[in-house]
């Protein structure tokens, strides 16, 4: 079965950094859309960063563009998100996911995606 794990999460001040990592196993495509969101207490689940493996796009939430970046090891099937100048407001649970069918675009929606990490603590003071 699709497994994916979420590291990385951690407490930070202000200004700090983190890199989350994501490893997915037992999924059958090489070429898959993988997204990170995040979930604040009281609020909705919100896209962060997505990409597809097969290329190079990336999509970036405007609220992060220029202070977090996503990366991938393909051959790992590991896909980073590391985190610069942090915020108060990035204080949520990260989540990676992964779409089980093929798109050219990689959807920004969490309702589009199918199979979810389990989520990793994020805390910035």
């Known amino acids: 079965h699709v497994q994916l794990v979420e590291s990385g999460g951690g407490s930070v001040q202000s200004g700090g950094s983190l890199r989350l990592s994501c490893v997915m196993s037992?999924?059958?495509?090489?070429?898959?859309?993988m997204a990170w969101f995040r979930q604040a207490p009281g609020k909705e689940r919100e896209v962060v960063a997505g990409?597809?493996?097969?290329?190079?796009?990336?999509f970036y939430a405007d609220s992060v563009k220029g202070r977090f970046t996503l990366s991938q090891d393909n051959a790992k099937r590991t896909v980073f998100l590391q985190m610069s100048s942090l915020k108060v407001d990035d204080t949520a649970i990260y989540y990676c996911?992964?779409?089980?069918?093929?798109?050219?675009?990689?959807?920004?929606?969490?309702?589009?995606?199918?199979?979810w990490g389990q989520g990793t603590q994020v805390t910035v003071s």
């Open positions: 996911a992964a779409l089980s069918r093929f798109a050219y675009v990689c959807p920004a929606d969490a309702s589009d995606y199918d199979y």
């Open positions: 037992g999924f059958t495509h090489s070429e898959y859309c």
């Open positions: 990409v597809h493996t097969g290329g190079s796009a990336k």
